[in-house]
């Protein structure tokens, strides 16, 4: 199947992004599938992102899917940062554990977009995050 000139674009504008990640590096994130509006990451906790209880501390789930939510708002070649997200944790996650979080586009409005992301582990879902995106304007004002 050919590639599409989106699709293109889009594993360009994020491995481009991915290669200059120095946290995800740093942290073992992995960029595992990319399309338009869409992105999938994955991290294994080691011991060192547990908190008190032995769990992962949700700083790092946050982390992860704010990384896959990065990732796909900014598929369509334009530079786009977040402008917010809610995060509700469902399920406690532990080092040993590989968390795989996947970015759905759901709606994008002039420089706004609007982002839901699953994380998972085994077929459990750890968190969810709905995070919200701005594109940065373009020199010239646009």
Known sequence: MPVTEDQALAEASVQRLHDADAVAHDLGIELLAVGPGTATTRMRVVPTMANGHGLTHGGYVFLLADTAFAYACNSGGRDTVASGGDIEFLEPSRPGDELV?????????????????????????????????RALRREGGA
């Open 101 to 133: 979080a996947e970015a759905q586009e759901r709606v994008l409005r002039g420089r706004g977009g609007l982002y839901d992301v699953r994380v998972t582990s085994g077929g459990r879902v750890v968190a969810e995050l709905r995070g919200r995106s």
